[in-house]
């Protein structure tokens, strides 16, 4: 097993705030790793950190082994990471379709120079419409969509940007079982496919359905880790969340 991702002693204050306090955790390629925590405990702003939307105060970040001192999200092509927001962000003006296909023209610049939405682009994003579901609403306009089908189209943008980690925050959160089980399926391909993933999420059905590792924060802190049965009986995380 390979740490792809890994923190040591990190650190990011707001203030007072220790939003995460020399936090150190690894993430092993390939597999599904749960980021779990009380509401405010930090693992929003580990996300950020990671992906390079905030900056960390102390401590260091290495992916693959290779420290990444000034994260910007701009370079994350660069290191093959994709994130979720726990708000929607989509081009609401945009069609279905050209939310998916935006992703995949930056992503082959050169291939759209001389044709932007060549048959091949539309294609590739037509496959990852049906994969989500979303194929019947190409041609809506995001803003059009339910709440469960904007989720599902941002699921599709992970998908468009094919990177080899993906962190999730919360993109089971406000859902109906029926939409759950797709995107937990959704992540179950992604692994097979040898992606490496983080998802945060409250609800440990979904976690003890997906994860092959859990990392407990409280107060920015690492609580607890291991695999996710055994985690989620340990006395401590119970505390962290009776106490909640
Ligand atoms: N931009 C910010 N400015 C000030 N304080 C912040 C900021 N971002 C996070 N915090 C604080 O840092 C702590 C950790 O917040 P964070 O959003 O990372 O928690 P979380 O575990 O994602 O919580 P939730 O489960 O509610 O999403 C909280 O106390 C929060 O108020
Ligand atoms: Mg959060």
Same mark, same amino acid.
């Given at each position: 097993m390979k740490n792809i991702l890994e923190t040591k002693e990190l650190i990011k204050s707001f203030g007072g705030v220790h939003a995460v306090d020399h936090l150190s955790v690894n993430i092993q390629e390939g597999q599904i790793t749960g980021l779990v925590g009380p509401n405010g405990s930090g693992k929003t702003t580990l996300i950020n950190l990671l992906s390079g939307f905030s900056l960390h105060?102390?401590?260091?970040?290495?992916?693959?082994?290779?420290?990444?001192?000034? *994260?910007?999200?701009?370079?994350?092509? *660069?290191?093959n990471i994709t994130r979720t927001f726990q708000q929607i962000k989509l081009f609401d003006q945009m069609s279905v379709l050209d939310n998916i296909l935006v992703i995949i023209t930056e992503r082959n610049p050169f291939l759209a120079l001389f044709e932007r939405h060549s048959k091949y682009h539309i294609s590739q994003a037509e496959d990852i419409l049906k994969q989500v579901d979303l194929f019947e609403k190409r041609f809506h306009n995001a803003g059009e969509l339910s709440y469960g089908q904007k989720k599902l189209l941002e699921i599709g943008r992970v998908l468009a940007m094919d990177t080899k980690i993906i962190l999730f925050d919360e993109p089971f959160a406000g859902l109906f079982p029926e939409i759950i089980k797709? *995107?937990?399926?959704?992540?179950?391909?992604?692994?097979?496919?040898?992606?490496t993933i983080v998802l945060v999420e409250h609800n440990m059905n979904i976690i003890r359905n997906l994860c092959d590792h859990l990392i407990v924060m409280d107060a920015g802190k690492l609580l607890a880790e291991g695999h996710?049965?055994?985690?989620?009986?340990e006395r401590v995380v119970l505390e962290a969340y009776l106490g909640e």
């Open positions: 105060d102390g401590g260091s970040v290495f992916f693959g082994g290779a420290e990444r001192k000034k *994260i910007t999200p701009w370079e994350n092509q *660069i290191y797709k *995107i937990e399926n959704i992540i179950k391909a992604l692994k097979q496919e040898g992606k996710p049965e055994k985690v989620l009986t």
